[in-house]
């Protein structure tokens, strides 16, 4: 299994095709999707496909800016996010910076959800994320 991968700059096209897919599909609006953030800095490229490869599932996906990874885990809430982000640190052994973000409940839009993002990655894991401000 592995999750597919798609450009950095169409992230925000992605969220807002999963807000789409979600609006439609989940009228009780639960926590339809979870943007999972990993920092994959001190981690080699090769490692970090293998990760990819046996830890996803089909239907994740993947968009990563340099070594920031941004996972879109859809029908997935942050208890089931929390669980890949395991998976990752228990792959890498080591512990990851990362930061979870769940829609609806934690942003109503692509937009709010990549400043939220930012601002909560710059808090919690202090990384700057303000390449995020150029997506469309």
Do not use: W
């Not at 592995?2 to 926590?31: M, P, S, T, V």
Request: aromatic share 14%; with cysteine.
């Amino acid at each position: 299994m592995a999750g597919i991968h798609f450009q950095f700059g169409d992230f925000k096209q992605l969220l807002r095709l999963n807000i789409g897919i979600a609006d439609r599909l989940d009228e009780n609006r639960a926590e339809s999707f979870t943007v999972l953030y990993c920092d994959f800095s001190e981690i080699e490229d090769e490692t970090i496909n293998r990760a990819l490869k046996k830890i996803l599932r089909t239907s994740d996906t993947i968009a990563n800016y340099k070594k920031d990874y941004f996972f879109v885990l859809p029908y997935t809430d942050k208890y089931g996010a929390d669980i890949v982000k395991k998976l990752f640190d228990k792959f890498f052994k080591k512990f990851l910076n990362t930061f979870l973000i769940s829609y609806p409940a934690d942003g109503e839009s692509a937009e709010e959800i990549t400043e939220i993002l930012q601002t909560s990655v710059k808090r919690f894991c202090k990384r700057d994320l303000d390449y995020l401000d150029v997506l469309k």
